[in-house]
């Protein structure tokens, strides 16, 4: 067998291979049953993720995209409203924003940290403004007690989109339980991924719980009587079994991924044409991504690919500068850290599977690329 040496950017299969035979048995176990769409393995799924972030609800749906326009429809949020979330995120978090009618309106992120800047939101908080999306990108959690306040002093909703922070921590609290409600997703490639689309929303209040699972689900009260029009939006049981595996892992390998970046940290610190990825005492960091902001970025990208390496940019065009915000009449030194970002910063490999001599090799690569 050829041996690859390549880096790859994400291992899947790497990391099926190591639960195999408890994946195997969870799929197996649903198409035994047939039942493919509701029920058990869905509902066992949804109770394990609430127990494990200690929050009463978790409703499951077909992705974290979803999830997001699902929570703002049900919570009245639409035309002729504002929601506030971060310049530097996944398109998903804004295009949930106008799937659901109301209108983006975006703020910096912060120049260290990448997530949302506080001190900037209550400049852009209005009488339309309804709620905040703060995203705990990359895996680390926004300043949600900052948002907190700004939100109880003009009474509005926070949905953390939480798509990217899977069991990180605020302040000794699991993020997805600090907002009105939170969403989050499991595509494949998260640090709880399944095997295709699929995402959550999370909460405490038991009647905005009952009425997400009604609309995520044709509006059902049974099968044929419907209280109002919803969509489909459903987690299906293959996914779900995938997930209550997976679940029982996601702690074990978080904390891979925080001794992978520390160890990255540690060989690349010592580089002036980098910046390693700052964290704050107060929070547990899940390091969905390891970004690091570099000098020559581009080069060193090409480099690294060259040498096996694969890496990613998240994001290289910050919302605002995209062609689908153009509408909004921004220009990109209204957003100066998110259009800064983009030219800067690097993704490099991180994931449980990734072992210390790949970490080795990455390190020395960037090491001779800045020395030559
Ligand atoms: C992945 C992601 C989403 C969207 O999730 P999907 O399941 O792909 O729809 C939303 N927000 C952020 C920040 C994400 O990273």
Redesign the pocket.
């Known amino acids: 067998m050829e041996i690859d040496l390549n880096i790859p950017f994400i291992n899947l299969y790497g990391q099926y291979l190591s639960i195999k035979n408890e994946i195997d048995q969870a799929i197996t176990e649903v198409i035994r049953k047939s039942a493919y769409i509701g029920g058990q393995h869905r509902e066992k799924f949804e109770r394990d993720f609430a127990n494990y972030l200690g929050v009463r609800h978790c409703i499951g749906v077909a ?3 979803d999830a ?1 326009t699902i929570c703002l429809k049900v919570l009245g949020i639409g035309q002729g409203d504002e929601v506030i979330t971060v310049a530097n ?2 398109i ?2 804004a295009e949930a924003i106008t799937n659901a009618g109301a209108k983006v309106v975006f703020v910096d992120n912060d120049p260290d940290y990448y997530v949302i800047d506080p001190d900037e939101i209550e400049k852009k908080v209005t009488n339309k403004t309804k709620a905040i999306i703060p ?1 705990h ?1 990359h895996g680390h959690p926004a300043d949600i007690d900052r948002i907190l306040e700004i939100a109880h002093k003009y009474n509005i909703f926070i949905i953390e ?1 939480s ?2 922070a899977h069991g990180a921590e605020f302040r000794g609290k699991k993020v997805g339980t600090l907002g009105t409600a939170a969403t989050f ?1 499991f ?1 494949p490639g ?1 640090n709880l991924g399944a095997y295709g ?1 699929a ?1 959550a929303i999370v909460t405490n209040d038991d009647e905005f719980a009952m009425k997400i699972k009604m609309y995520a689900n044709h509006g059902r009260v049974s099968k044929y009587d419907h209280e109002f029009e919803g969509v489909n939006s459903r987690l299906d049981n293959i996914q779900a079994a995938v997930l209550s595996v997976k679940l029982k892992y996601l702690d074990q390998w978080n904390e891979k991924r925080r001794s992978i970046a520390e160890y990255y940290s540690r060989r690349l610190s010592d580089i002036k044409e980098i910046v390693i990825p700052k964290t704050k005492s107060y929070v547990k960091d899940v390091y969905h991504l390891y970004v690091i902001k570099a000098h020559r970025r581009d080069e060193l990208r090409e480099y690294l690919l060259k040498n096996g390496v694969a890496t990613g940019i998240h994001y290289p065009i910050a919302l605002p500068n995209l062609k689908a915000y153009q509408y909004l009449g921004h220009k990109p030194d209204d957003f100066p850290n998110a259009t800064k970002c983009q030219s800067e910063i690097l993704s490099l490999p991180i994931y449980p599977e990734l072992t210390e001599e790949n970490i080795d090799k990455i390190c020395l690569l960037i090491h001779e690329f800045y020395r030559s």
């Open positions: 992705n974290g995209t997001l995120t996944f998903a978090t995203v990108l989109d798509a990217q997703s595509y998260k689309d995402g």
